[in-house]
């Protein structure tokens, strides 16, 4: 694959497969460049299709992935679907050769699979989507205990560059009281800076997922390597794949 592109870290089993692509490598031009898997920003729809095609090939991917039409909600898509492209922010597999994909740019990846490697899940977490509930919907839909899962966090916009307003902070809390130690005043008045992994860890830890992996990137900082919305507004996506080779 990609030298450029992520694997994460985790105790996955073998024959659970994950990556995550950077911005470098594809076909798109300024201010897509150049490897923009998302076909909803602007981009020229030959050279995402040549993207999302030069991914499957660099990464043998059995099948296509299930592109989701992500709407920052709480849906959780099976692969069992009569969309090609269904309006959902999760995405989860209970076959091989299934492949789960969320696209960001600043927004949290989050994969997941169980330790007996018989199941895996990709969420798109935002702001909005992680308050709502996303992560918890997405555990619910893999269907097991969550001390069996693991998750991993992908690159999203980090503590020190995600700024909000005092409405997304007190949203946080009204659902979670523990959220408030994931938010510092910002140097602008009302303003305050949130942590996304911090509260995505809350979260998953408050429904039994405690083998939680990843974190520390910021999209936001790393212009040469991820895509950031926030930092350029028109801009591109990355993926967050997810699939088993096998099932045991």
Request: glycine content about 8%; overall charge negative; aromatic content about 10%.
């Amino acid at each position: 694959m990609n030298p450029d592109w992520i694997k994460p870290e985790w105790p996955a089993p073998a024959h659970v497969h994950a990556v995550i692509t950077t911005r470098q490598g594809g076909f798109s031009q300024a201010p897509y460049h150049s490897l923009n898997v998302g076909d909803h920003v602007g981009d020229e729809p030959y050279a995402v299709a040549k993207n999302r095609h030069l991914v499957g090939d660099l990464l043998h991917l059995p099948t296509e992935p299930l592109w989701l039409q992500q709407v920052h909600g709480v849906v959780v898509s099976g692969m069992n679907t009569s969309s090609c492209t269904p309006q959902a922010d999760a995405a989860v597999a209970f076959k091989a050769k299934q492949v789960c994909v969320v696209m960001t740019a600043d927004c949290l990846p989050v994969l997941f699979c169980d330790k007996a490697g018989t199941r895996v899940a990709a969420a798109h977490a935002g702001w909005r989507g992680l308050c709502d509930g996303v992560l918890e919907e997405t555990v619910k839909a893999l269907d097991c205990q969550p001390h069996e899962l693991l998750a991993w966090m992908g690159p999203a916009i980090g503590p020190s560059a995600f700024e909000v307003g005092s409405e997304v902070r007190a949203e946080f809390i009204q659902r979670d009281a523990q959220a408030e130690q994931a938010f510092v005043k910002s140097q602008f008045d009302g303003k305050w800076l949130g942590d996304l992994y911090q509260l995505a860890r809350q979260r998953l830890n408050n429904v039994g997922l405690s083998a939680i992996y990843g974190g520390g990137f910021c999209t936001y900082t790393d212009k040469a390597r991820f895509f950031s919305y926030r930092r350029d507004n028109v801009t591109g996506r990355m993926a967050s794949l997810i699939w088993l080779s096998t099932i045991p």
